[in-house]
């Protein structure tokens, strides 16, 4: 796919290698200054808890187009756990560990779209989008 861009995260320097990444690929694609900084803490979120929660994974990010409006999408995506009660884990402040549990429903508020799809034992995968308009 056109502009496609796989980030493996490992660790926290991976985390700011995806920022970067979906800043430029964002600024590529003609996204302003305000999308520009929601789109990379989105990302922020998303890496974070691949390594938090899944000790490693990819996030891969590349252009979209839906009747001729261009967007980014992000996907991220790991083998990891996964998540028994997606609900609670959507809930602001939900964090059975060590986090503030924002990150999963600040990451759906920051962008357009938002999916999780999560198998216990399995793993997870987050799908993001932004438009831009
Ligand atoms: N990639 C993941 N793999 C397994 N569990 C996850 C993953 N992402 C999130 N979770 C679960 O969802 C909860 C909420 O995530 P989040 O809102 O980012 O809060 P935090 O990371 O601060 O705990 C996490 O505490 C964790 O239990
Ligand atoms: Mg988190």
Request: glycine letters at 12%; zero cysteines; a positive charge.
């Amino acid at each position: 796919m056109e502009n496609e861009m796989l980030t493996d995260i490992h660790s926290a320097v991976d985390i700011v290698t995806a920022r970067q990444r979906g800043r430029a690929l964002a600024l590529e694609l003609g996204f302003t200054g305000g999308d520009v900084t929601l789109i990379t803490a989105a990302i922020s979120e998303v890496a974070r808890n691949i390594v938090d929660h899944a000790k490693q994974g990819q996030i891969v990010m590349h252009r979209i187009q839906a009747k001729g409006d261009p967007g980014i999408q992000i996907v991220a995506t790991d083998a990891g756990p996964g998540i028994r009660d997606i609900g609670q884990a959507m809930q602001y402040g939900y964090s059975p560990r060590k986090g503030l549990g924002v990150g999963l429903p600040g990451a759906k508020w920051l962008m357009d779209e938002f999916d999780i799809v999560s198998r216990v034992g399995k793993g997870t995968t987050v799908t993001m989008k932004k438009w831009l308009r």
